[in-house]
């Protein structure tokens, strides 16, 4: 229990997706225009998140690693599949946004048409097969870890991404110079962010 | 192509390569392929790499995508496209892996990346889907070349003054540190990638004022 509370934590402060490794940048910078639709898009990213980790956790530990299928007989003890893991990880992560994109669909037109062209786009969001490939780098040893790994890297984004959408929500009334207005500055104050955020560096519970 | 005789080069397809590089660079202006682009900057050589693989990807996925855009059912495209990168993906990765080891573990997850970086999902829906194989090849090119360029640009302002060197040799001469120059320790560090893009793109619609956004809505 104290191991999986440590691993959400870092997950959600020391590892940030963003800050410390800029996974899903694209759609951090170009949803984070107002609050209302940074929530939407951050709950999406946890949604996925926590769904596509655990169950590329399964694929890689029972069909993809290294010995993986000695379940189904012996003889496969050295049958190493891992190259497939790119293909079907994100196999995994496509059909599992089509899923959440015909909920919202569903469920909230308004959030649906808000996020437009970015609710397909969680599917190349680069943190979404970011957890399942970091997933896979630091090898966790149960289920229940990877899950908690999913679901705190997606806190994680989630928070980024509320921030700096309030941040820019407010910045819209100072005199930024020209050329830095927009694009620009989302840039710099990541940046700010992210040294912020490296405070939490080493932290361990 | 062959019907209306188009040259291989005419201005139009020109234009194609050219564009990307500035007035409507993949990084700066359209906002895509950010997410590799920061964090393996830390160096030149993988950003080097990096920009190498993404421009072979980028080629060789916009000429299958355009040959297969009449085949394609519209419902299913983004699973069909991503299957393509992904397998032009895995051939990069074990290239790198047999012939550049020590860049391929610098690079980790990155190259795996690789097929979720949205230049490229951006350009085979934005482009290769409507268009010819020849000019789609073209679009893939520059565009993974401005993407490139940036990353370049970064790799060495972030190498230089980080750790005092430019693709592994010394440039700073060792005088300068007797003298007591130290390198910057935050160029090594994440944050400063973001800053360093967003120093560029200040200068680039400095110099180019069209690309100034309006005050924002």
């Known amino acids: 229990m104290e191991n999986l509370v440590n691993i959400f934590v870092k997950s959600i402060f020391v590892d940030n997706m963003i800050f410390a490794y800029f996974l899903g940048m694209c759609s951090y910078l170009a949803v984070s225009k107002t609050v209302k639709t940074s929530t939407g898009l951050g709950l999406a990213v946890v949604f996925v998140l926590g769904i596509t980790v655990p169950i590329n956790y399964l694929i890689h530990n029972y069909i993809l690693k290294e010995g993986a299928l000695t379940w189904i007989s012996p003889q496969y003890a050295d049958v190493d599949l891992s190259f497939l893991s790119f293909i079907l990880f994100i196999a995994v992560i496509a059909s599992m946004v089509q899923l959440v994109e015909m909920v919202i669909e ?3 037109p308004t959030l649906y048409s808000n996020l437009g062209i970015f609710l397909p786009l969680i599917a190349v969001n680069c943190s979404i097969l970011g957890g399942s490939l970091f997933m896979q780098e630091r090898a966790y040893n149960s289920l229940a870890e990877a899950t908690v790994f999913g ?3 997606g806190v994680g984004w989630f928070l980024a991404i509320i921030g700096i959408a309030a941040i ?3 910045i819209r009334y100072s005199n930024v110079p ?3 207005r927009g694009l620009g500055i989302t840039f710099i104050i990541t940046g700010l962010m992210g040294i912020a955020f490296m405070g939490f560096m080493g932290i361990k519970l | 192509m062959s019907q209306d005789r188009e040259p291989l080069f005419s201005s139009k397809n ?3 390569l050219r564009e990307p590089l500035d007035d409507s660079n993949p990084i700066t202006v359209q906002v895509l392929g950010i997410c590799s682009a920061l964090a393996i900057t830390v160096k030149l ?4 790499v990096m920009a190498l693989s993404v421009v072979f990807v980028m080629g060789v996925s916009n000429v299958v995508v355009s040959l297969l855009r009449a085949k394609i059912p519209p419902r299913i495209r983004i699973i069909v496209q991503l299957t393509v990168i992904a397998s032009l993906v895995i051939l990069v990765d074990e290239f790198l892996a047999a012939f550049a080891y020590e860049v391929s573990k610098q690079l980790s997850v990155f190259v795996g990346l690789i097929i979720t970086n949205c230049i490229i999902m951006g350009r085979l829906e934005a482009f290769a889907l409507a268009n010819k194989p020849w000019p789609s090849f073209l679009d893939g090119i520059g565009n993974a070349a401005g993407y490139g360029l940036i990353l370049v640009i970064v790799g060495f302002v972030r190498e230089l ?4 060197t430019i693709y592994g040799y010394q440039v700073v001469p060792e005088q300068a540190y007797t003298a007591g120059y130290e390198n910057n320790g935050l160029f090594i560090l994440p944050p400063m990638a973001l ?3 967003g120093i560029i793109i200040w200068v680039q619609r400095y110099r180019n004022r069209k690309l100034i956004e309006e005050q924002q809505s």
């Open chain 1, 151 to 153: 679901l705190g890297s």
């Open chain 2, 195 to 197: 800053v360093t893009v």
């Open chain 1, 178 to 180: 020209a050329p830095l």
């Open chain 2, 45 to 48: 050589e993988p950003s080097v």
């Open chain 2, 161 to 164: 003054f980080g750790s005092g």
């Open chain 1, 168 to 170: 820019r929500e407010k």
């Open chain 2, 14 to 16: 020109l234009k194609l």
């Open chain 1, 106 to 108: 569903k469920f909230s």
